[in-house]
């Protein structure tokens, strides 16, 4: 009986990747935008490579 395993580098796993990628990127970019607008306070230069949103592991 053969296994089936899920191929990761697929296409269609590709493009589903990197098009969710660009749609969180551009949610945060209207994020930020709006709380700018409406002159909530917020830290918006939070830095990338913070321990508090990087993952120490990734599974």
Not at 22 to 39: A, F, G, P, R, V
């Amino acid at each position: 009986m053969e296994t089936w395993r899920q191929d990761t580098m697929s296409p269609v796993r590709i493009l589903y990747d990197t098009t969710r990628i660009l749609l969180l990127h551009m949610l945060l970019n209207l994020s930020k935008q709006w709380l700018t607008d409406c002159e909530v306070p917020f830290i918006g230069d939070w830095p990338d490579n913070s321990p508090d949103i990087t993952p120490t592991e990734i599974l």
